[in-house]
């Protein structure tokens, strides 16, 4: 069983809908999580960063951590055809930088105008 | 113009011919390391460096070799390539480690096809 389970799509949405992004893991110690978004032929950009349980938000993009289903999501709000990209969910143990990030395998999004 | 920089961004190779991938940052940062990525595997770290001369091995580490002679450069390198270690090949750097909100920065990504 991996570390990190990510639905790998691909996810297709119109303009405007809300889009819910899942990982779930197996770790129970992981604290960090991690949110990248990955354009074509680009390399992982950081999006969202949370510690522990709980939520956080950015602009259109809401994330959400519960440790105890060991379940993290991203919510994308009135998404746009900019979103479009493969999206990533990343966790550790230790903050990041250390060598114990696990990264799920990507979630690739596609929003229609 | 804050940046991970990687060299070259596509390269098809023969098996055995050695070959370099160079990686450099503007940023000073202390941290620095390689990733691939395979589908359905997601990112894979291979090896990371927490600065100058202090190198270590990820998750993935066989058949590659890195050195941190300089901060900027952490150059990844295939001795002798084979056929499973085709992938797309990441570069990433972090101010430092253990710092909370550290952010990671990716470089474009090196395509590696051996055949």
């Known amino acids: 069983q991996k570390e990190v389970e990510q639905d790998p799509g691909p996810l297709s949405v119109p303009e405007g809908a809300i889009v819910s992004l899942n990982c779930t893991y197996s770790?129970?110690?992981?604290?960090?999580f991690m949110w990248y978004r990955q354009y074509s032929r680009k390399g992982p950009e950081l999006l969202m960063y949370?510690?522990?349980?709980g939520n956080k938000e950015d602009g259109r993009f809401t994330a959400q951590v519960d440790k105890s289903s060991k379940y993290i999501s991203l919510f994308i709000r009135d998404s746009q055809p900019s979103d479009s990209a493969t999206y990533l969910c990343?966790?550790?143990?230790?903050?990041?930088?250390?060598?114990?990030?696990?990264f799920g395998a990507g979630t690739r999004l596609t929003v229609k105008p | 113009e804050a940046q991970v920089t990687q060299n070259p961004r596509y390269l098809i190779t023969v098996t055995g011919k050695k070959l370099t991938v160079t990686c450099s940052q503007n940023?000073?940062?202390?941290?620095m390391s390689w990733y691939r990525q395979d589908p359905g595997l997601g990112l894979r770290q291979i090896y990371y460096?927490?600065?100058?001369?202090?190198?270590d091995k990820g998750d993935v580490p066989e058949g590659y070799k890195v050195s941190r002679k300089e901060k900027r450069n952490f150059p990844l390198i295939l001795e002798s390539p084979s056929p499973n270690q085709t992938s797309l090949y990441f570069c990433?750097?972090?101010?430092?480690?253990?710092?909370?909100?550290?952010?990671?920065?990716f470089g474009q990504g090196t395509r590696l096809t051996v055949v």
């Open positions: 990433a750097s972090s101010l430092r480690v253990g710092v909370v909100g550290t952010e990671a920065f």
């Open positions: 770790n129970s110690a992981f604290q960090y």
């Open positions: 949370t510690y522990s349980s």
């Open positions: 990343a966790m550790s143990i230790r903050p990041p930088g250390n060598n114990d990030m696990r």
């Open positions: 940023m000073n940062h202390e941290y």
């Open positions: 460096s927490m600065n100058v001369e202090v190198t």
